[in-house]
Nanobody
């Protein structure tokens, strides 16, 4: 069973930065796509950013230019560097791992709160 463990969430002020990490129990090069999703209260879970095995990245329009997704294969870790955080970025952030076939794998989530 694949286990994804997120960390790095917390309470920050608008304009601050935060680095989220997701450690996989399995070699992340075994997955086709690693990604970060978020879910705010009352809203659907949405894609924030993902990166495929070739290193191609994809970002939600709302975070382009502010967030960066990266991987460190030797640590089986995917990161989400978040900068210039806004109150609208507040959500529970989930790590996701996909292969060409279901199922997807999800972490338990890490909460990000942006408030002054």
């Amino acid at each position: 069973q694949v286990r994804l463990v997120e960390s790095g969430g917390g309470l920050v002020q608008p304009g601050w930065s935060l680095l989220l990490s997701c450690v996989s129990s399995e070699n992340i090069t075994n997955f086709d796509v690693m990604g970060w999703y978020r879910q705010a209260p009352g809203l659907q879970r949405e894609l924030v950013a993902n990166i495929n095995v070739e290193g191609t990245t994809n970002y939600a329009d709302s975070v382009k230019g502010r967030f960066t997704i990266s991987v460190e294969n030797t640590r089986n870790t995917v990161y989400l560097q978040m900068s210039t955080l806004k109150p609208d970025d507040a959500a529970v952030y989930y790590c996701n791992a996909k292969r060409s076939r279901p199922p997807d794998y999800w972490g338990q989530g890490t909460r990000v709160t942006v408030s002054s």
